[in-house]
């Protein structure tokens, strides 16, 4: 099997951030902290930077969020996050430019690998 690896960022030496193998590109869980280690309060917020971190590591595959099928959202308060759907999916519509065309599932969970974060984004895409 041919693989295609990206690894980088602090945890490089445990796993890769995206792995291609034929077609299937899957990207690890990406966080809403910017290169900084900066994470702002709001779960809108931290999707924001969730999406940036994702468009990076697609950029590496010479892919792009039109490439993405499959989401998974995990978040540490599912309330929080359905509270605020409207406002949330509105600006992820922004960033996907229309209507994501991608399955996606919802995973409530006690905590991430910060205690400050509140959600993190794994994707699978499809690459030709």
């Known amino acids: 099997m041919n693989k295609k690896l990206l690894?980088?960022?602090p945890y490089a030496d445990f796993f890769s951030q995206g792995v291609q193998v034929g077609n299937v590109l899957t990207l690890a869980g990406q966080i809403g902290a910017d290169s900084n280690g900066h994470t702002p309060e709001s779960i809108k917020e931290q999707m924001i930077i969730?999406?940036?971190?994702?468009?990076?590591?697609?950029?590496?595959?010479?892919?792009t969020l039109d490439n993405v099928i499959d989401e998974?959202?995990?978040?540490t308060d599912v309330d929080d996050?359905?509270?605020?759907?409207?406002?949330i999916f509105a600006e992820r519509e922004?960033?996907?430019?229309?209507?994501p065309e991608?399955?996606?599932?919802?995973?409530?969970?006690?905590?991430?690998v910060q205690p400050d974060l509140k959600i993190e984004?794994?994707?699978i895409a499809y690459v030709d």
């Open 81 to 87: 996050c359905m509270n605020n759907v409207s406002e």
């Open 121 to 123: 984004i794994k994707c």
């Open 72 to 75: 998974t959202w995990f978040v």
């Open 50 to 63: 969730c999406y940036q971190n994702i468009q990076n590591v697609l950029r590496e595959f010479d892919a």
């Open 94 to 99: 922004k960033i996907y430019g229309c209507k």
């Open 7 to 9: 690894r980088e960022g």
């Open 102 to 112: 991608v399955s996606q599932t919802l995973v409530g969970t006690s905590a991430l």
